[in-house]
Structures are given as structure tokens and as C-alpha cells.
Nanobody, 130 residues
Framework: QVQLVESGGRLVQAGDSLRLSCAAS????????WGWFRQAPGKEREFVAA????????YYADSGKGRFTIFRDNAKNTVYLQMSSLRDEDTAVYYC???????????????????????WGQGTQVTVSS
């Protein structure tokens, strides 16, 4: 059974940095696409960042460009989201997701959709206080 477990979320001050981790178990995802999404209270889940199955190409939502970095460690079957210069509006539950079914090299919109991903974590709360 595949499980994704996020960690690293906590209360931080505006301007701080934070690294989220998402560790997979039950299956190896060395050639899978990974994504991070977030959901704030009363809002829909939104795309944050993704790394394609090749592990080289990354995509970011405009809100996180220049501040967030997604990267993977295949040896640990883990994906990370490094966040810096955190803002109040980054407060949300952050979810990781993975899809190992397809090896897609096309439009970036594919990676920005929740429907692309096969497995999801339970989420980790990030709260940014000013």
C-alpha cells in the first residue's frame, strides 16, 4: 500500500524559510512526477510546484516563483519543498502528490492539475504569522 507522509509544517514568522518533506513508502517513485499543492481555509486546492518524471524540469505557481524550490531525492523516495521569504498568504495545508503511471513531457498545465496525480499525502499545516 502506497503512503505519502508530509512533514515540516509549523508556525513561522513572515520572512522565514521552511522546508517541507514528503516521503513515499510502499512503492519506488524514481521516475514519477511529483507535485505540491496547498489549500487555505475556504479556498480550493491550488498548485504550488511540480517536478516532472525526468526529475529535471520544474514548474511553479506565480505566487512561489523565486521563493519556492521543489526537488527530489530518489535514494530516499522523497520530495521536498523549500520555501523562503514566507508571507501571510502562504498559510495553508500543504499536500504532496505523486503519479508514476505516465511519463509526460508536454504542456506544463498537465502538472498543475490535481487530476494528474495518483496518490496524495494527508497534508501538513504551514502557518505564517506577521
Amino acid at each position: 500500500q502506497v503512503q505519502l507522509v508530509e512533514s515540516g509544517g509549523r508556525l513561522v514568522q513572515a520572512g522565514d524559510s521552511l522546508r517541507l518533506s514528503c516521503a513515499a513508502s510502499g512503492r519506488t517513485f524514481n521516475t514519477a512526477a511529483w507535485g505540491w499543492f496547498r489549500q487555505a481555509p475556504g479556498k480550493e486546492r491550488e498548485f504550488v510546484a511540480a517536478v516532472t518524471w525526468r526529475g529535471i524540469v520544474t514548474y511553479y505557481a506565480d505566487s512561489g516563483k523565486g521563493r519556492f524550490t521543489i526537488f527530489r531525492d530518489n535514494a530516499k523516495n522523497t520530495v521536498y519543498l523549500q520555501m523562503s521569504s514566507l508571507r501571510d498568504e502562504d498559510t495553508a495545508v500543504y499536500y504532496c502528490a505523486v503519479d508514476g503511471r505516465y511519463r509526460y513531457d508536454g504542456d506544463s498545465r498537465y502538472y498543475r492539475q490535481t487530476s494528474t496525480y495518483e496518490y496524495w499525502g494527508q497534508g501538513t499545516q504551514v502557518t505564517v504569522s506577521s
